[in-house]
């Protein structure tokens, strides 16, 4: 992952980390979630559209996440998750937990 874009979306935030999510990367992505909930945002949108690869550390930064939103009162929500992506979260179950969305409109409506 060489970087996360962070985009405004009406009602939460957009994090677009591109490339890889792996124990290398995974600490920016955690990182750049705990400084949007500080500054206030609850709802956290990661879209993974850009993202083409995800480890165990990329797993657990997702989990980390969806976690410290929880208990600050919000949701972390993924969305558009490339076909890589989507296959480690079917094979881990935590398609179950983190719930994929199609879009970032979809992720904004729940």
């Known amino acids: 992952m060489t970087s996360i874009d962070v985009r405004e979306a009406d009602g939460g935030v957009v994090l677009v980390p591109s490339g890889r999510l792996t124990v290398v990367t995974a600490p920016n992505l955690r ?43 919000g949701d972390l929500r993924l969305v558009a998750p490339t076909e890589q992506v989507m296959m480690v979260l079917k094979m881990t179950n935590l398609d179950r937990i983190l719930q994929p969305r199609a879009s970032v409109a979809d992720a904004l409506r729940d």
């Open 31 to 73: 990182a750049a979630v705990a400084e949007r909930i500080t500054a206030g945002d609850r709802i956290i949108i990661v879209d993974l559209s850009g993202t083409d690869f995800v480890d165990s550390s990329g797993l657990g930064a997702l989990v980390s996440c969806l976690k410290s939103a929880r208990q600050a009162g």
